[in-house]
Each structure stands twice: as structure tokens, then as C-alpha cells.
């Protein structure tokens, strides 16, 4: 059973900063895209970050661009969101995804596999 699994979250302040990550288990590590999605309160669930296989292909959202890197440590099998610059717009529950083949996209279809979130919250 493939198992995501998010840390890392937490309250900082505005430009401030913090490192998700997000442990995979139950499936090989290889040919696995994945993405970071988030969801703030009475909003839908919107793309964040997004990596190939084998990070050739990055994807970020306008909103974070430039302040937040997706990078992912094979040997670890897991998955990071370095979040840089911090704003109260940030805050919201972050999830980990991840999906069978290489290709890496900005839509949720994509993913198979999800995380249980973990909450990012920026105070002012």
C-alpha cells in the first residue's frame, strides 16, 4: 500500500520560511511524478509545485514562483517544498501527491496517491 506522508508544517511569520516534506512508501521511488497541492480555508484545492521522475520537468503556480523550490531526494524517497518568503496568502493545508509515470502535470487528476496534509500557517 503506497503511504504519503507530509511534515514539516507549521507558524512562522510573513517572510519567513519553511521546508514540507513528504515520505513515500509502498512503491519504488523511480517513474513516480509528483506535486504539491494546497487548500486554504473555504477555497478549492489549488496547484502548488509539480516534478517529473526525475526532476527534468518542474511546474510552480504564478503565486509562488520564485519563492518556493519542489525538489526531491531519490535515495529518501521523499519529496520536499522549500517555501521561501512566506505570506499570510500562503496559509492553507498542504498535500503531497504522487502518480505512476514520468510525466509531471498542474492537475490533481494526475495523481493517484495523496497525502493526509500538513498546515502552513503565516501570520502577519
Known amino acids: 500500500q503506497v503511504q504519503l506522508v507530509e511534515s514539516g508544517g507549521g507558524l512562522v511569520q510573513a517572510g519567513g520560511s519553511l521546508r514540507l516534506s513528504c515520505a513515500v512508501s509502498g512503491r519504488t521511488f523511480s517513474n513516480y511524478a509528483m506535486a504539491w497541492f494546497r487548500q486554504a480555508p473555504g477555497k478549492e484545492r489549488e496547484f502548488v509545485a509539480a516534478?517529473?521522475?526525475?526532476?527534468?520537468?518542474?511546474l510552480y503556480a504564478d503565486s509562488v514562483k520564485g519563492r518556493f523550490t519542489i525538489a526531491r531526494d531519490d535515495a529518501k524517497h521523499t519529496m520536499y517544498l522549500q517555501m521561501n518568503r512566506l505570506s499570510v496568502k500562503d496559509t492553507a493545508i498542504y498535500y503531497c501527491?504522487?502518480?505512476?509515470?514520468?510525466?509531471?502535470?498542474?492537475?490533481?487528476?494526475?495523481?493517484?496517491?495523496w497525502g493526509q496534509g500538513t498546515q502552513v500557517t503565516v501570520s502577519s
Open positions: 501527491a504522487g502518480g505512476a509515470g514520468g510525466y509531471s502535470s498542474r492537475r490533481g487528476v494526475r495523481y493517484s496517491d
Open positions: 516534478s517529473s521522475w526525475n526532476s527534468a520537468n518542474t
